[in-house]
């Protein structure tokens, strides 16, 4: 999908991202180009260690390329100081991650206005109350995060990373700790925020069910793009991942019941490709910047 840069609300040239020297060294990203544009909705897919995380950090300023140029709306992040670079962080992407990420000693309403407290600004009051009416979580906002199931969780974190109506918001497997009718919530929240308030949202997910709520799919493999695929179903994403080789789509989980979005039916099936190759390599572990943890929250409102 070719758009201006005026219409993208981020895009990419040629990345590259690699981890750790000499023979442990890991090819995360090996030269993608991409154009997000505004108000849509895109979902990022592909094997474990294909390099979607890392993508997303990159995009949206979190983990520094290693060559290639990033922009977010006009302003180009990866030549830029990294004062500048945390405030557009603060005022202009949202963050949702998996594991919600949400203070524990803050309520809802707390963890909701967090980034613009620490920015010092003031709540659009009319756009708050619409996006926390949006979320449903009027009746919880005095709740603590502990107090709250995971879909309430995370959906106090859409509503954190939409009150300060960002250029773009990223979201790493949002709905991989959630049962099936809660991510159903979530992806339906997810296509409103695009809907009808004009938001920008890209979603990393192994769910072919929740991409298929998105405009159109990006597949990565071995820290490429290898493909896309716009106006998705779960069976047209299904055949494609088999044919990217990836074995089997992990589900949403054992929801309680069926929600808005339709479960993929169809099995996995024989795997006609090869087995995924892109394994973490010598050096494994999680991205540590792709799950700040509590403690980090300021990532998203440093
Ligand atoms: N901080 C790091 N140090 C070393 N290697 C890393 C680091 N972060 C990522 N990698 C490696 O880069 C590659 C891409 O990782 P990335 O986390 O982007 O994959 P992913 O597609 O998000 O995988 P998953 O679906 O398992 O989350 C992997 O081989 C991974 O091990
Ligand atoms: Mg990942």
Known sequence: MICTASEAAARAENLVRRYGSG??????LAGVSIEIPAESFTAVMGP?????????????????????????GGEEITSMPDRQLTRLRRDRVGFIFQAYNLLPVLSAAGNITLPLDIAGRDPDR???????????????????PSELSGGQQQRVAIARALVSRP?????????????????????????????EFGQT??????????ASCSQ????????????????????????????????????PGPG????????????????????P????????????????????????GE
């Open 216 to 251: 159109r799919v990006v597949f990565l493999a071995d820290g490429q793009i290898v493909g896309t695929l716009d106006q998705p179903t779960p069976q047209a994403i299904l055949d494609r991942m088999r044919a990217l080789g990836e074995p089997e789509p992990r589900g």
């Open 23 to 28: 023979p442990a060294a890991v090819t995360a």
């Open 277 to 300: 190759v892109p394994g973490p390599g010598p050096v494994p572990g999680p991205v540590p910047v792709a799950d700040p943890g509590p403690g980090r929250i300021a990532q998203n």
């Open 48 to 72: 474990s260690g294909s390099g979607k995380s890392t993508l997303l950090h990159c995009m949206a300023g979190l983990d520094t390329a290693d060559s290639g140029r990033a922009w977010i």
């Open 126 to 144: 009319a756009w708050l109350a619409s996006v926390v009416e949006t979320v449903g979580l009027a009746d919880r906002l005095s709740h603590r």
């Open 167 to 195: 250029a773009i918001v990223v979201a790493d497997e949002p709905t991989g700790n959630l049962d099936s009718r809660a991510g159903a919530e979530v992806l339906d929240l997810l296509r409103r925020c695009v809907g």
């Open 256 to 275: 309680p019941g069926p929600g808005p979005v339709p479960v993929p039916v169809p099995g996995p099936g024989p795997v006609p490709g090869p087995v």
């Open 201 to 210: 949202v890209v979603m990393v997910t192994h769910d072919p069910a929740a």
